[in-house]
């Protein structure tokens, strides 16, 4: 995948350490239950706009659009701890399509825009700027990957997407254990396509050695 893309496609960067200390210093935390729908057009979801930045500490958030397709209803990425979303809102792009919701028992710091910008200096919302274009460039990727790969291209990347996002250098590692189990529908989700096809497309690839799973995880052979 890097051979083609310079990001981790559906799968945002993450914060870095300076931003990160703002959320948690400054930011409301609130523990979120799983498939609880953080924000968006929903009328479960806990913040009814889109307008609040959202920092994870722990967990699993999605990043999901409502597609009205029978079969497949939503396109989302994830969204891993370290990493903030509603980027779209901070360089002032309209997101009122997008709905955050917690993939699993999620914490999250919260704030505005104007309070981020209240309390912090210009390098620093220099660096939140080029945080959210790296996450726009990240779903641009995936966007075009959406449209130019089959399925099974397209696992392929989201899955070396994955690795790269939890180790700096997986091009030395015999094999690659990402902590971290999706289920069948949350996979079809992501790549937009039906469970059936994520059904059949697994099993295979398990039957031909490419991965393995644990209780809790993925793993990924070279």
């Known amino acids: 995948m890097g051979k083609y893309y310079k990001t981790t496609p559906w799968v945002i960067p993450e914060l870095p350490q300076s931003l990160k200390n703002i959320f948690k210093k400054n930011g409301k935390k609130i523990s979120i239950r799983k498939n609880q729908v953080i924000s968006g057009n929903d009328e479960t979801a806990l913040f009814s706009n889109t307008e609040k930045l959202i920092y994870i500490d722990s967990g699993l958030l999605g990043q999901a659009y409502k597609t009205y397709c029978v079969n497949k209803p939503y396109a989302m990425s994830i969204v891993l701890p370290g990493r903030m979303v509603n980027y779209l809102h901070y360089l002032e792009i309209d997101n009122s399509g997008d709905i955050i919701l917690a993939l699993r028992k999620s914490d999250i710091f919260t ?112």
């Open 111 to 222: 704030m505005t825009k104007s309070q981020f910008d209240g309390i912090t200096e210009k390098d620093l919302k220099d660096e939140m700027v080029r945080y959210c274009k790296k996450a726009v460039t990240s779903d641009f990727d995936a966007m075009c990957c959406m449209f130019t790969c089959d399925t099974p291209q397209r696992l392929a990347y989201f899955l070396k997407a994955l690795a790269e996002s939890f180790y700096d250098d997986i091009s030395t590692m015999p094999l690659v254990e990402i902590p971290l189990k999706l289920s069948y529908a949350e996979m079809s989700y992501i790549m937009h396509t039906t469970i059936r096809t994520i059904e059949r497309l697994l099993p295979k690839w398990r039957s031909m050695g490419y991965i393995s799973t644990r209780r809790n995880s993925l793993i990924i052979y070279k």
